[in-house]
Nanobody
C-alpha cells in the first residue's frame, strides 16, 4: 500500500509561482510513474504532468513551458514547479503514483491540494 501526501498549494496572483510536493510512504520497493492531475470545479480531472521512474516526462499542452515536474527516487517524492500561473490553473491538484506488482499496475492518489490563482 502506498500513501501520498501533497503540500505546497495556496493562493497566488497571476504570473506568480508555486511549488507542489508529494511524498510517498508505505510498504513498497519502488514506484513506476508519478504525476500530477488537477480538477477544476465542474470539470473532469485532467493530467498536468507525469514522470516515469526513468525521468521521462510529459505535460499537458496548457502547461508546457510553464510547469516542470521532477522526482527524487531515493526519497520517493515528486515535485511540480509552476511558474507564470494563470487563473485557469486554479484547481485542486492531485498527486498520483503507480506501482507494478505481479504484472499488475496499482494506482494511488493523494488527497489533493488547492491552487488558486487570482486575476
Amino acid at each position: 500500500q502506498v500513501q501520498l501526501v501533497e503540500s505546497g498549494g495556496g493562493l497566488v496572483q497571476t504570473g506568480g509561482s508555486l511549488r507542489l510536493s508529494c511524498a510517498a510512504s508505505g510498504s513498497f520497493f519502488s514506484l513506476n510513474n508519478m504525476g500530477w492531475y488537477r480538477q477544476a470545479p465542474g470539470k473532469q480531472r485532467e493530467l498536468v504532468a507525469r514522470i516515469t521512474n526513468g525521468a521521462t516526462t510529459n505535460y499537458a499542452d496548457s502547461v508546457k513551458g510553464r510547469f516542470t515536474i521532477s522526482r527524487n527516487n531515493t526519497k520517493n517524492t515528486v515535485f511540480l514547479q509552476m511558474n507564470s500561473l494563470k487563473p485557469e490553473d486554479t484547481a485542486v491538484y492531485y498527486c498520483y503514483a503507480d506501482q507494478l506488482r505481479s504484472s499488475r499496475l496499482y494506482g494511488y492518489w493523494g488527497q489533493g491540494t488547492q491552487v488558486t490563482v487570482s486575476s
